[in-house]
């Protein structure tokens, strides 16, 4: 998919290219520019903005102090992005980018890849 799609809540059961349920939706970010992905945002000066307000402020928000290096990081906040709470005592969470979903339906999201292929949060 080119978007996350707008039927995605929390709580939603995900699952991977081989049919395992691997998790559940624990938040999600849409891009700042959802509604025209062809048109990009508006940058405004430093200056005139509070810090909160940066990019470096939205990437803080997103991702808190986590280690995310670029251009990942980049792409999360431009794309839109799930954050899979992955099932499993020992699982590490981890980011679903929207071209990694398949579908959506009433059972929850049909990933194309596998949990492997999943950009892991880091510790």
Known sequence: ME?????????????????HEIGKVDGLK???????????????????????????GAMAEAFGREDIPEPLRSQLLRD??????????FARDRYILPEQIARVDADGIQLNVTRDALIKRPH
């Open 30 to 56: 849409y891009p700042e520019n959802a509604t025209a992905p062809d048109i990009e945002p508006a940058t405004v000066d430093a200056a005139d903005t509070p810090e909160d307000n940066t990019i470096i």
């Open 3 to 19: 978007r996350l799609p707008d039927s995605i809540d929390i709580g939603t059961r995900v699952f991977d290219s081989e049919r």
């Open 80 to 89: 839109g992005y799930i954050h899979l709470d992955a099932r499993g005592l």
